[in-house]
């Protein structure tokens, strides 16, 4: 049973930082391709980041480029994303997946929706 739980949510001003955590379940999921993504309300889901299984590729969407990190520690079957320098149309619900095919660059153009989700977490940047 693969289940992917985040956290680290919250409010934080402009220019702060905010680091979510995805933890995985299910043994299987340490080899998939784990991403964010998030969802302002009334816009289509957008692709933020991916990292493959040893964390050594990751990919990074042109918006994110810079100011957004992606890790995977293994051994705590979590994944990161540290988020620096926000901006008040960020606001959004941010949401990790796992996709047992996608590679980090793929995982940004999939067409259909990837193969696991977790249930979001708030984020909100105030100005």
């Known amino acids: 049973q693969v289940q992917l739980v985040e956290s680290g949510g919250g409010l934080v001003q402009a220019g702060g930082s905010l680091r979510l955590s995805c933890a995985y379940s299910?043994?299987?999921?340490?080899?998939?391709?784990v991403g964010w993504f998030r969802q302002a309300p009334e816009k289509e889901r957008e692709f933020l980041s991916s990292?493959?299984?040893?964390?050594?590729?990751?990919y990074y969407a042109d918006s994110v480029k810079g100011r957004f990190t992606i890790s995977r520690d293994t051994a705590k079957r979590t994944a990161y994303l540290q988020m620096n320098n926000l901006k008040p149309e960020e606001t959004a619900v941010y949401y990790c997946?796992?996709?047992?095919?996608?590679?980090?660059?793929?995982?940004?153009?999939?067409?259909?929706?990837?193969?696991?989700w977790g249930q979001g977490t708030q984020v909100t940047v105030s100005s």
């Open positions: 299910g043994r299987a999921v340490s080899s998939y391709t």
């Open positions: 997946a796992a996709d047992r095919t996608a590679t980090p660059q793929t995982m940004s153009g999939l067409i259909r929706p990837a193969d696991y």
């Open positions: 990292i493959n299984w040893s964390g050594l590729t990751t």
